[in-house]
C-alpha cells in the first residue's frame, strides 16, 4: 500500500493482560515490531497486575526497540482502557496520533496515508471503519496466506469465510496530538467493557463541528451492515464515508471472547454513563431515512461513483459461520455461502 517515510505520529495502545494474556503479548509484540518497519513510535500503557504473564511481557517488549512501555498497576478490578490511554498519552511527542488496540493488524500503511490526509486538512480526524475477522480469515493473514488487499477485495466480493463484521466507526482513530489534550483525553469513569470509546468520538466529532444534536442521537442500536446503522453509531458512521469509498479498512484479528464475571453490568453502567453525559445532543423530530443509507448513495452520487460497487456495505443478513455451535452446521453455512 502506501509508503512509509518518517511519520510525525505516536500509536498508544492500552494492555491489561488479566484476560486472555499469551494472546496479547504475541500480538503487542507483532506490532511493536511492525511499527519498528515503519518508523512508528508505539507507546503501550500496560496495567501491571504483579503476575507471571506481566512479567513475560516487559521481558518479551524490552526487546523491541521502537516500543516504549508505561507499566504500574494502574487500577485493580476491571480493566480501565481510558486510564490506560490516558497514561500513554502523557509521554507523546509527536504532532500525530494514532489510537489502535492490540488486536488490531498493524498496517502502519494505512495510518500514514490518514496522518497525510489530516496534514493535508481534507479532515481534520478520521476514525477508520474496522472489519472484524473471523479465525480463518485471522490465520490466514498472519501466516501470509493472504495480503490485506487480497482480504479487502474477498469482502467487497461478498466472501462470508473470513469476516464477521464491519465496524464503522471503530475506535482505530488518526488525529492531531492537540485535539487529544483539549478533550483532555478519554473519561476514565468508563470501567469494564464499552461506549468510552464512543464517548470520545462524539466529543472529538462534536469539537470540529461533526455532530448536529438530533432526536435519535442516543438509540444504541447495532447492525452488520455500517449503512442500517441508527442512532449514535449513524451519526458518527458518516465520517467514515470517505474511506469506505476508498475501501481502506483496518483490520481487527479474531480472539476467543473471555467469559467475564460482571460483563453486561458493566456496558449498561457504562451506557447509563454516556446518555448522562450526552443527553444535551437530543434534540427535534426523526425527519426522513434514520439509517446511513439514503446519506451513503448521496455521497457516492456527489463523488460520480457507483453505489453498486460497494453492495457489500448494504448486507446486513444475520447469522455468521462462527455463531454456528457445530462443526457440521458451520460445514453446512460454508458450503451454501
Known amino acids: 500500500?502506501?509508503?512509509?517515510?518518517?511519520?510525525?505520529?505516536?500509536?498508544?495502545?492500552?494492555?491489561?493482560?488479566?484476560?486472555?494474556?499469551?494472546?496479547?503479548?504475541?500480538?503487542?509484540?507483532?506490532?511493536?515490531?511492525?511499527?519498528?518497519?515503519?518508523?512508528?513510535k508505539i507507546i503501550f500503557a500496560h496495567n501491571d497486575r504483579g503476575m507471571w504473564v506481566d512479567r513475560l511481557f516487559r521481558l518479551v517488549i524490552g526487546k523491541?526497540?521502537?516500543?516504549?512501555?508505561i507499566s504500574k498497576r494502574f487500577y485493580t478490578g476491571n480493566v480501565n482502557a481510558a486510564l490506560l490511554r490516558n497514561e500513554a498519552f502523557k509521554h507523546v511527542e509527536d504532532e500525530y496520533l494514532t489510537l489502535l488496540d492490540v488486536d488490531i493488524w498493524p498496517d502502519f500503511s494505512l495510518i500514514e496515508k490518514y496522518r497525510l490526509k489530516v496534514v493535508a486538512h481534507e479532515r481534520p480526524f478520521y476514525m477508520l471503519p474496522c472489519l472484524y475477522l473471523t479465525k480463518k480469515g485471522s490465520n490466514d493473514l498472519i501466516r501470509a496466506k493472504i495480503d490485506i488487499?487480497?482480504?479487502?477485495?474477498?469482502?467487497?466480493?461478498?466472501?462470508?469465510?473470513?469476516?464477521?463484521?464491519?465496524?464503522?466507526?471503530?475506535?482505530?482513530?488518526?488525529?492531531?496530538?492537540?485535539?487529544?489534550?483539549?478533550?483532555?483525553?478519554?473519561?476514565?469513569?468508563?470501567?469494564?467493557?464499552?461506549?468510552?470509546?464512543?464517548?470520545?468520538?462524539?466529543?472529538?466529532?462534536a469539537l470540529h463541528g461533526d455532530l448536529d444534536k438530533a432526536p435519535d442521537m442516543l438509540v444504541d442500536r447495532t447492525a452488520?451492515?455500517?449503512?442500517?446503522?441508527?442512532?449514535?453509531?449513524?451519526?458518527?458512521?458518516?465520517?467514515?464515508?470517505?474511506?469506505?469509498?476508498?475501501?481502506?479498512?483496518?483490520?481487527?484479528?479474531?480472539?476467543?471472547?473471555?467469559?467475564?464475571?460482571?460483563?453486561?453490568?458493566?456496558?449498561?453502567?457504562?451506557?447509563?454513563?454516556?446518555?448522562?453525559?450526552?443527553?444535551?445532543?437530543?434534540?427535534?423530530?426523526v425527519i426522513g431515512d434514520p439509517t446511513l443509507i439514503s446519506s451513503f448513495a448521496r455521497f457516492c452520487a456527489e463523488k460520480n461513483l457507483e453505489v453498486s460497487e460497494y453492495g457489500i456495505l448494504f448486507d446486513n443478513k444475520p447469522g455468521h459461520v462462527d455463531r454456528f455451535d457445530t462443526f457440521r452446521r458451520r460445514l453446512r453455512f460454508l458450503l451454501n455461502e
Not at 9 to 30: E, G, M, N, W, Y
Not at 170 to 186: A, C, W
Request: glycine share 4%.
Open 224 to 285: 452488520r451492515s455500517p449503512l442500517f446503522a441508527r442512532g449514535f453509531r449513524r451519526y458518527l458512521g458518516e465520517s467514515c464515508f470517505d474511506a469506505l469509498l476508498e475501501r481502506d479498512l483496518a483490520f481487527h484479528i479474531f480472539h476467543e471472547r473471555p467469559d467475564v464475571e460482571g460483563y453486561q453490568a458493566a456496558r449498561k453502567k457504562n451506557y447509563e454513563l454516556f446518555v448522562s453525559l450526552h443527553e444535551g445532543k437530543v434534540s427535534g423530530k
Open 149 to 205: 488487499n487480497q482480504l479487502t477485495q474477498r469482502f467487497f466480493s461478498f466472501s462470508r469465510k473470513e469476516f464477521l463484521h464491519l465496524a464503522s466507526p471503530s475506535s482505530v482513530m488518526v488525529m492531531r496530538s492537540k485535539d487529544y489534550s483539549i478533550l483532555e483525553g478519554f473519561n476514565e469513569a468508563f470501567s469494564g467493557h464499552g461506549y468510552e470509546d464512543f464517548d470520545f468520538m462524539m466529543r472529538l466529532a
Open 64 to 69: 523491541c526497540d521502537a516500543a516504549v512501555t
Open 1 to 40: 500500500m502506501f509508503e512509509i517515510t518518517k511519520p510525525n505520529i505516536t500509536a498508544i495502545v492500552p494492555l491489561d493482560l488479566v484476560h486472555r494474556p499469551l494472546d496479547i503479548i504475541s500480538k503487542a509484540r507483532q506490532m511493536a515490531k511492525a511499527a519498528k518497519r515503519s518508523n512508528v
